[in-house]
């Protein structure tokens, strides 16, 4: 079992950034997939961004690309998301996800983490 905790969430102004970071405990997640979705108010949860387990394959949501980061620390068992050029639009509860082998950017992760607020005024 592997329980995921998310952290770095917050209030911040439009243009600002976040980094969000992700703690995995309960086992390794070193050849795990790692990805972060997103649920806004009244809207569906959302894929974010995801890393391959050695760091060497990223995907992006088209709408942050060239504003979020995703990486990796596998010695220290965590993942994470830099937020830049934040917009409100960004507004979400953010959420970690875990799944050994392949990255995907569906849904079909095993673990999830209970989700981080971020939001951003205008």
């Known amino acids: 079992q592997v329980q995921l905790v998310e952290s770095g969430g917050g209030l911040v102004q439009a243009g600002g950034s976040l980094r969000l970071s992700c703690a995995a405990s309960?086992?390794?997640?070193?050849?795990?997939?790692m990805a972060w979705f997103r649920q806004a108010p009244g809207k569906e949860r959302e894929f974010v961004s995801a890393?391959?387990?050695?760091?060497?394959?990223?995907y992006y949501a088209d709408s942050v690309k060239g504003r979020f980061t995703v990486s990796r620390h596998n010695a220290k068992n965590a993942v994470y998301l830099q937020m830049n050029s934040l917009k409100p639009e960004d507004t979400a509860v953010y959420y970690c996800?875990?799944?050994?082998?392949?990255?995907?950017?569906?849904?079909?992760?095993?673990?999830w983490g209970q989700g981080t607020q971020v939001t951003v005024s205008s």
């Open positions: 309960g086992r390794t997640v070193s050849y795990y997939a």
């Open positions: 890393i391959s387990w050695n760091g060497e394959t990223t």
């Open positions: 996800a875990a799944r050994p082998g392949s990255i995907t950017t569906m849904m079909d992760y095993m673990f």
